[in-house]
């Protein structure tokens, strides 16, 4: 088996990015119609895209159900970058419930948290071990970020269960390019000119060129960071997402995506009520352009993203505003092609297939 596996046959739901907020996931499971062990009436599957931990309140009560989900045949799951960073031992925003590296920093945006105990780690890394970057089936295909078919066939050429040692690999060889093109002298000396945290997001940095090459050359030389971050370029301006300054900028890739089988994704931060002032970046409206926030995308109109930003909660608890009134957790069923949120609204997706409204 390779790190592309198949998807069961049969009706599926397919959950977005979680991100630790377990509340929204039982809520969400209950309205699909699942019990506690992901039994379901009419022998539904689930699907998870990816992103399970980082940002919410428990992140190791999340990564504990679903893989209790999945080892009782319930439900599969695809990894997503979130994941890589924790089986790397990669510390990013959002992830001190796990790293103690993070655990003050993210004391401000993110607090309270669970974190796991010593043996709850230790089930939490060899579980995400075996798990796949992609599934497919003859009708539909699942990835966390982007289905670029060199990239997926690079995977399904790797074995199963070595997703860590293959990502490595890929980031040595950037690692390499990197060396011999200079960057990484060249970005020692942007620092010493820019002094300042790139988290920090009230110090604007000027376009850093050596920071855009490497992030550049690390996204797109690895083919398995393709799959589970998305395909980048070069940003003409710095912005502010994720927790730090970016060089690069997401591309939306689907719209070059033209083969006929559909795609659900996850990772790009869909929001059901577009806010005026994005709260992860500029890329939140820029990538899905004027797509209605139910509507299938790109060049087929079969690619869907099934991130509706619930990762974003922590913005809520910090304003005392209710946790389901802007960020949420949904599900997409398929072949139904419907929309199921955690709040239990259902609403169909709309334009599929319809290349009449393509981008």
Not at 65 to 84: F, K
Not at 211 to 238: D, F, Q, W, Y
Request: overall charge negative; proline content about 7%.
């Amino acid at each position: 088996m390779s790190l592309i596996h198949t998807l069961p046959s049969g009706p599926l739901d397919v959950v977005g990015d979680i991100h630790g907020e377990l509340s929204a996931l039982r809520d969400l499971l209950r309205h699909l119609g699942y019990d506690r062990w992901g039994d379901h009436p009419q022998g539904r599957k689930l699907v998870f895209v990816g992103d399970f931990c980082d940002r919410g309140p428990d992140s190791p009560a999340v990564l504990e159900w679903v893989q209790t989900l999945v080892e009782r045949g319930n439900a599969c799951a695809a990894l997503g970058n979130h994941e890589i960073n924790l089986l790397r031992e990669d510390p990013k925003d959002g992830s001190g419930w796990y790293f103690d590296v993070r655990y003050q920093t993210d004391q401000v945006k993110y607090a309270p948290f669970n974190r796991p105990s010593d043996g709850q780690r230790e089930r939490i890394v060899d579980f995400l071990s075996t798990l796949p970057l992609g599934l497919e089936r003859e009708d539909l295909r699942i990835i966390h970020a982007a289905w670029v078919q060199p990239q997926v066939d690079a995977a399904r050429a790797m074995p199963a269960g070595q997703v860590r040692h293959e990502y490595d690999r890929w980031e040595l060889e950037a690692a390499r390019i990197a060396r011999e093109s200079s960057i990484a002298a060249r970005m020692q000396q942007e620092r010493r000119d820019w002094p300042h945290s790139l988290e920090d997001r009230e110090h604007v940095p000027p376009f850093l060129p050596a920071h855009s090459e490497n992030e550049l050359n690390k996204g797109m030389v690895n083919p398995l960071k393709v799959l589970c971050t998305g395909v980048e370029r070069a940003a003409g301006t710095p912005f502010f997402a994720g927790g730090k300054w970016r060089f690069v900028e997401r591309v939306a890739w689907w719209n070059q995506y033209t083969e006929d089988v559909p795609v659900i994704v996850g990772h790009y931060w869909r929001r059901l009520h577009p806010p005026e002032n994005p709260v992860h970046g500029k890329q939140e409206e820029e990538l899905f352009g004027h797509t209605a926030p139910t509507a299938w995308h790109g060049a087929r109109r079969n690619v869907f993203c099934v991130d509706y930003s619930v990762g974003g909660r922590w913005v809520s608890r910090r304003a005392g505003e209710p946790l389901q009134s802007r960020f949420k957790l949904a599900a997409l069923r398929w072949p139904e092609r419907d929309l199921v949120f955690d709040d239990g609204t259902v609403l169909p997706t709309l334009a599929f297939q319809d290349t009449a409204q393509a981008l």
